[in-house]
């Protein structure tokens, strides 16, 4: 299993930055990929960001050009640079970490990132 856990979240301006990390802990070796979604209020998660094997990266076109997803293997942390944050950004933020053989996905309990205008 893996288990993860967010930071970072908080209550920021509109304008204004924030950076979320996600510490992976348990059998990380068998992460392939590791990813940022965040919900709204409302039924639907989406996907945020993308990191996977080789460091190939992919985002939501609402964040593109704001948003920058990395890892550090080493320590096992993922974070999400926020820049230029807007008000519909506002979000419960979770990290999801997807293992393989067999697949299966792992998710944080995520933190909540409030922009206000």
């Known amino acids: 299993q893996v288990q993860l856990v967010e930071s970072g979240g908080g209550l920021v301006q509109a304008g204004g930055s924030l950076r979320l990390s996600c510490a992976a802990s348990g059998r990380t070796f068998r992460i392939i990929a590791m990813g940022w979604y965040r919900q709204a209020p409302g039924p639907q998660r989406e996907l945020v960001a993308v990191?996977?094997?080789?460091?190939?990266?992919n985002y939501a076109d609402s964040v593109k050009g704001r948003f920058t997803i990395s890892r550090d293997n080493a320590k096992n942390i993922l974070y999400l640079q926020m820049n230029s944050l807007k008000p519909e950004d506002t979000a419960v933020y979770y990290c999801q970490a997807r293992v393989g053989a067999p697949v299966a996905d792992y998710w944080g309990k995520g933190t909540l990132v409030t922009i206000s205008s």
């Open positions: 990191i996977a094997s080789g460091d190939s990266t």
